[in-house]
């Protein structure tokens, strides 16, 4: 089992920054990739980011050059959030891959509202 906490969303105007965290606990020895998915009010989850064990990122076309994946140790993800828009409001999850299984956390909501 893999837990995951997420922190740092919230309420910020159009053109503002976030950053989100995510730590992983528990059987964390068999992730190799990390990530953060986003479920807009009424409309499918869909990858945000995500970063493999040795490095390599992919973003959704609409984040790129604004948002930034990073990872840390113990098993740690980050979102920084940049230029961000309203149609960047979204409940942001975060999500670990191990063989055959995937983890997610409860979400945090990042709401983008003047």
């Known amino acids: 089992q893999v837990q995951l906490v997420e922190s740092g969303g919230g309420l910020v105007q159009p053109g503002g920054s976030l950053r989100l965290s995510c730590a992983a606990s528990?059987?964390?020895?068999?992730?190799?990739?990390m990530g953060w998915y986003r479920q807009p009010p009424g409309k499918q989850r869909e990858l945000v980011a995500d970063?493999?064990?040795?490095?390599?990122t992919n973003y959704a076309d609409s984040v790129k050059g604004r948002f930034t994946i990073s990872r840390d140790n113990p098993p740690m993800v980050y979102l920084q959030m940049n230029s961000l828009k309203p149609e960047d409001t979204a409940v942001y999850y975060c999500?670990?891959?191990?063989?055959?299984?995937?983890?997610w956390g409860q979400g945090t909501q990042v709401t983008v509202s003047s």
């Open positions: 970063i493999f064990n040795g490095g390599s």
């Open positions: 528990g059987n964390i020895f068999n992730i190799y990739r």
């Open positions: 999500n670990a891959a191990v063989p055959l299984y995937a983890y």
